[in-house]
């Protein structure tokens, strides 16, 4: 039998003789579920088939216990350079380019309902929908060299939908900058702009998502499933409603086993055993 990993990258049709390699591959070590991006070929291009892929990878493996965060990377130097043109062209027609819009909107809901959180580890090139890919996930860290745009409208098609996730990541000033202008920002700007959480040399990438990787697997993964749910809940409320809605939150948080084994460990001076439920 082939090793899982394996079995997610290739599977052939014998009867053509032919091999399907798939676009993007999971692999989980140590509850951190690791998606990879991997069609260098097209720059990592966000495809109708890979935006499948990585969907199906997160609704497959997000309700598995043994996960508590997921980690999106990509092979080679660009992350993504967003949706594969190819696919947009004339003779592909209307109904066919509203499925490639309509699924990347439905990617980016799964990414926000995922009940643990998912961290884009970028080195490199994140453009149009990659970009977005990108502010639509939790936690961003990048290297030094990465740069982020969206430049849509330089191939005649304005990043609409991307602006949509920009927009809710960084000042208005500095999103009309990148959807008007299609110029890059650097790795500190996107810093400084609120759209990625750190920036670190390349060589520390891995140390520095592993850090943050095993801060979040030493919490309760319920609790941290409740809080990312009414975190972005509350995002779109007024401030009153908001904290009308998150005073029954907290209190429902402190009747959890977890918000129980919280409290009392704290006040025994002991670290708590999460029984994540």
């Known amino acids: 039998m082939l090793p899982k990993i394996a079995m997610l990258r290739v599977h052939k049709l014998a009867s053509f003789g032919v091999t399907i390699r798939k676009l993007s591959t999971f692999t989980e070590r140590d509850g951190i579920g690791h998606i990879l991006l991997d069609n260098e070929k097209t720059r990592n291009s966000l495809s109708l088939a890979m935006m499948d892929s990585i969907q199906q990878h997160i609704t497959a493996h997000q309700e598995n216990p043994a996960v508590r965060c997921f980690?999106?990377?990509?092979?080679?130097?660009?992350?993504?350079?967003?949706?594969?043109?190819?696919?947009?062209?004339?003779?592909?027609?209307?109904?066919?380019?509203k499925q490639v819009f309509g699924k990347c909107s439905e990617l980016i809901g799964v990414i926000l309902r995922a009940p643990v959180p998912v961290i884009a580890k970028v080195d490199g090139l994140a453009a149009a929908a990659g970009c977005q890919l990108v502010a639509s996930c939790d936690m961003v860290v990048c290297s030094e060299k990465s740069t982020f745009s969206t430049p849509g409208a330089s191939f005649g098609i304005f990043c609409s939908t991307p602006g949509i996730a920009v927009a809710r990541a960084v000042p208005r000033m500095k999103a009309s900058y990148m959807l008007f202008t299609g110029l890059p920002i650097s790795a500190q700007e996107a810093l400084e702009s609120g759209l990625v959480s750190k920036v670190v040399p390349s060589d520390k990438l891995d140390q520095e998502i592993e850090t943050i990787c095993q801060a979040i697997k030493s919490k309760s993964r319920s609790v941290i499933a409740l809080g990312k749910k009414f975190f972005y809940e509350q995002i779109a409320m007024d401030v009153n409603s908001a904290y009308r809605k998150g005073e029954q939150v907290m209190a429902d948080n402190l009747g959890t086993p977890d918000g129980q084994e919280g409290i009392k460990s704290f006040v025994e001076k002991r670290k708590p055993v999460w029984r994540h439920q």
């Open 71 to 97: 980690v999106l990377s990509a092979k080679g130097h660009v992350f993504s350079a967003g949706h594969n043109l190819k696919e947009l062209t004339a003779d592909k027609g209307t109904d066919f380019h």
